[in-house]
């Protein structure tokens, strides 16, 4: 049980991508099943640099962005026994490294997660899902590596919407807000031409014209 000092868990939802699924880090819980990784909140910590610390710490790599949920309680099971946990959305770049003790598991599938984890995650999901459904959203970039084709780009808005894109559509709207810059390099990808590479560069122009996807 938990003490007076660690009345509260901090928990994250680290999310990634293989470039066709989203994908979310889980861990073996104590009393079996699966969890999304916590640790007790240590009193007067500042909260967002200690779910970057924890994200780090289980994801073997920093995090590329980590912002917070919300507090959650209600009483729903947590497997730290605390009263309530305050949860972070953390975004990592895609890679093939798998944590030691941890794996990726499908952002969607029906995972066996204390009740309370299951909020979060769902939370998580619908708040990317909102970030990406009116302008080009920057977590899309968060989940890239630095260099980037458009094809990569728009596959990971599909991933955070859950739909399809009209190519065509895509292209204008991501040209309309200067976010991204292309590259003198260029990467073949199955047998067709090579793609050229491009780096997100918000800061060589600004949203011209904000359109849904």
């Known amino acids: 049980m938990p003490t007076i000092a660690h009345a509260c868990s901090l928990d994250v939802v680290c999310v990634s991508t293989d470039g066709q699924q989203l994908l979310v880090l889980v861990r073996r819980a104590r009393r079996g099943g699966t969890e999304l990784p916590w640790a007790p909140l240590e009193p007067a910590c500042q909260m967002e640099a200690a779910a970057s610390g924890l994200a780090r710490s289980v994801l073997d790599r920093a995090p590329s962005f980590v912002t917070q949920l919300g507090a959650y309680g209600d009483g729903a099971a947590h497997g730290s026994g605390c009263p309530l946990s305050v949860a972070f959305l953390a975004i990592a770049p895609s890679d093939d490294a798998v944590p030691v003790g941890a794996e990726w598991r499908l952002i969607d599938a029906r995972l066996a997660l204390p ?39 728009q596959r990971v808005h599909e991933l955070l919407l859950g739909r399809s894109i009209h190519t065509a559509g895509f292209r204008r709207s991501l040209a309309a807000t200067g976010l991204v810059e292309p590259l003198d390099e260029w990467r073949s990808v199955g047998r067709g031409r090579p793609a050229q590479l491009h780096v997100y560069a918000p800061a060589s122009g600004h949203i011209k014209n904000s359109k849904r996807l």
């Open 115 to 153: 009740a309370r984890q299951r909020t979060m995650l769902a939370d998580a999901r619908a708040q990317l899902s909102e970030g990406a459904s009116v302008v080009i959203s920057p977590i899309a970039f968060r989940l890239l590596p630095p260099a980037f084709t458009l094809s990569e780009l």
